[in-house]
C-alpha cells in the first residue's frame, strides 16, 4: 500500500542542532508562530461551525435546515485558509507559506483521532483537540515539500536551507535579495555530510523537515526513509544471545531478562545514569520555586528559561544512555522484546515526573531499536499493552489478579518464585517474544513493519481518512 512491496523500508530521523543568527531566530520563532496560528484557525473554524449547528438545534431548526457542517480534512481545511489568508492573517507573506499548513495539518489530524476515539475506531479516551498556547515548552514548524531533495543541505556539509517567506523570494529590490541570501542557510553544529551523501546517491530520501526549539537551542529533524538493507554498516554486534526482554522503569533506566556485561548489573538492572539523579533534583527544586514566583514577573520569566534549558540537558542525558543500550541490544540478540507504549501510564491518574519519564525513554528506546535491529538483521518484537507482563509467574505462568505498585518483589503463591519485580517482567517480555516472534505475522514484528512507520502509516492513511473525516 505504501509502496512497500519489495520490502524492508526503515524510516528514522536525523537530528541537527542549530547555530541561527539573530535574524534567523527571529524568523523561525516567527515560523512557528505562523504555524500556530494555522492550528488555531483551523481548530476555530471547526469549532465555530460545531457551536452554530448546536445552537440552531436547540432552537429547533429541522436537520436538513442547519448550516452545513465543514469538512475537517486538511484538503479543505488549506483551500478555506488560503481563501481567508488576506482577512484573517494579512501578514502571511511575511512567513514561507508551507508554515501555517505544518498546523492545518496538525489540526486535521488532531480532530480525526479525536472523532476515531469517540467513535470506538481508535483504543482510549481523547479530549478535544485545544487551542495551542505561545508558552507550549516546544515550538515547531514542519516542511513536506520535497521535490528538490538535496536543495535542503549544500556542500558546505555544515549548513541547512531554511525557506524564505514569500515576500522576500519575490522582491525585486537587490538589497531586499541580498538579505535573503543570508538568512537562507542555517549553520548546524554538527557535519550533514553523512546525510548528504545518502540524499546525493538516492539512498535515502528526505521525507519532512522540522525545526524545532527545545530546551532552549534550535535543532532541525529530517525526517529519512532508506531501505534497511542500504542502512549505513553497522559495527558487527557482540553476540549475546537469541532474545532478550526489556522492561522500562523507574527505579532503574531498564530492567534486561539476561544480565549484559557492562550494561547492566548480575540482576539485569540498568541503572539510572547519577547525572540524570542529579538533573532531576535540580529541575523539582526549580519547579518549586518556580511555583513560588509572581506571574509575569523577570525572574519567573528566568527561572521558566532555565527550566527549559534544564528540559534539554535532561533528554540529551537520557537520550545518550539508551543509544548506547539500543546498540548492544540490538547488535547482540536476534530478538529484542519491548512491551508496547503506555502499560502501566494507563493504570495512573496522577502522573509523576518519574513515570513520564519512563514512558518517554520506553517512546525513545523504541524507536532506537526499531531501526538498529533492523540495521543487523535482528528483530524487534513489541509486546501488546495488555499482555499482563509484570502480573505473571515467569516461573510457573500463574497470573495474580492484582500487584500493588509499591510491591518491589513478585511473590508466586502457586510455585514459591520470589523474584524482583521489573526482573520478573523482562523475564515475561522475552518470552512473550518469542511466542509472537514464532506464531506470527508482520504485525507483531515491528523489525518487518518498519516502525518508526508511525509516521509512515500516518501518511498512507490519510488519503481515506480524510475522505472519512468529514464531520462528526
Ligand atoms: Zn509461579
Not at 30 to 43: D, I
Not at 258 to 271: K, N
Not at 348 to 376: C, I, M, Q, V, W
Request: aromatic share 6%; charged share 25%; glycine share 6%.
Amino acid at each position: 500500500m505504501c509502496g512497500m512491496a519489495g520490502g524492508e523500508y526503515v524510516t528514522r530521523a536525523v537530528r541537527f542542532t542549530l547555530d541561527p543568527t539573530p535574524a534567523q531566530q527571529r524568523m523561525l520563532r516567527s515560523y512557528c508562530g505562523a504555524a500556530r496560528f494555522g492550528f488555531n484557525w483551523a481548530l476555530g473554524r471547526v469549532k465555530d461551525n460545531l457551536a452554530v449547528r448546536a445552537v440552531e438545534r436547540e432552537a429547533g431548526v429541522d436537520e436538513d435546515a442547519l448550516t452545513p457542517s465543514i469538512s475537517w480534512s486538511k484538503y479543505s481545511l488549506r483551500k478555506q485558509f488560503n481563501a481567508e489568508k488576506a482577512d484573517v492573517a494579512p501578514w502571511w507573506s511575511e512567513v514561507a507559506k508551507h508554515c501555517f499548513d505544518t498546523g492545518i495539518i496538525q489540526a486535521a489530524d488532531a480532530l480525526r483521532n479525536w472523532s476515531d476515539a469517540k467513535h470506538g475506531r481508535r483504543r482510549g479516551h481523547m479530549g478535544f483537540p485545544s487551542f495551542r498556547s505561545k508558552r507550549r515548552p516546544m515550538q515547531s514548524v514542519s516542511f513536506v515539500e520535497l521535490n528538490h531533495q538535496l536543495s535542503w543541505l549544500n556542500e558546505s556539509r555544515h549548513a541547512v536551507r531554511l525557506m524564505l517567506p514569500q515576500a522576500l523570494v519575490q522582491s525585486k529590490d537587490q538589497r531586499v535579495r541580498a538579505k535573503a541570501r543570508l538568512l537562507a542557510w542555517v549553520h548546524t553544529v554538527e557535519s550533514t555530510r553523512r546525510l548528504y551523501r545518502l540524499v546525493e546517491d538516492g539512498r535515502a530520501t528526505i521525507q519532512k523537515v522540522t525545526f524545532s526549539h527545545r530546551g532552549g537551542r534550535w535543532h532541525v529533524s529530517f525526517q529519512v526513509r532508506h531501505r534497511a538493507a542500504h542502512a549505513p554498516t553497522p559495527k558487527p554486534g557482540r553476540k549475546l544471545g537469541d532474545v532478550v526482554g526489556v522492561d522500562m522503569g523507574i527505579k532503574h533506566l531498564a530492567t534486561v531478562s539476561q544480565p549484559v556485561p557492562g550494561v547492566s548489573d548480575d540482576d539485569g538492572h540498568v541503572a539510572n545514569p547519577k547525572v540524570l539523579a542529579e538533573q532531576l533534583r535540580r529541575l523539582r527544586r526549580l519547579d518549586r520555586r518556580i511555583a513560588r514566583s509572581q506571574t509575569g514577573s523577570k525572574n519567573r520569566a528566568r527561572l521558566l528559561q532555565r527550566r527549559a534549558r534544564l528540559h534539554g540537558q535532561i533528554a540529551n542525558t537520557r537520550a545518550l544512555h539508551l543509544h548506547a543500550l539500543a546498540n548492544t541490544l540490538a547488535g547482540g540478540f536476534d530478538i529484542v522484546g519491548i512491551e508496547d507504549l503506555n502499560v502501566k501510564g494507563m493504570s495512573h491518574k496522577k502522573r509523576r515526573l518519574g513515570r513520564h519519564l519512563a514512558d518517554a525513554s520506553l517512546a525513545e528506546l523504541r524507536r532506537l531499536l526499531t531501526y538498529k535491529t533492523a540495521d543487523h538483521g535482528h528483530r524487534l518484537v513489541v509486546v501488546d499493552r495488555f499482555y499482563p507482563s509484570s502480573k505473571t509467574c515467569s516461573t510457573c505462568g500463574a497470573v495474580k489478579a492484582k500487584l500493588p505498585l509499591h510491591a518491589r518483589t513478585f511473590d508466586c503463591e502457586h510455585c514459591d518464585a520470589h523474584v524482583d519485580r521489573d526482573v520478573n517482567a523482562a523475564h515475561n517480555i522475552a518470552r512473550e517474544a518469542v511466542r509472537l516472534h514464532g506464531s506470527t505475522s508482520h504485525e507483531d514484528v515491528a523489525g518487518l513493519r518498519p516502525e518508526t512507520v508511525n509516521a509512515d502509516s500516518r501518511l498512507c492513511q490519510t488519503d481515506q481518512g480524510d475522505l472519512a473525516a468529514t464531520a462528526v
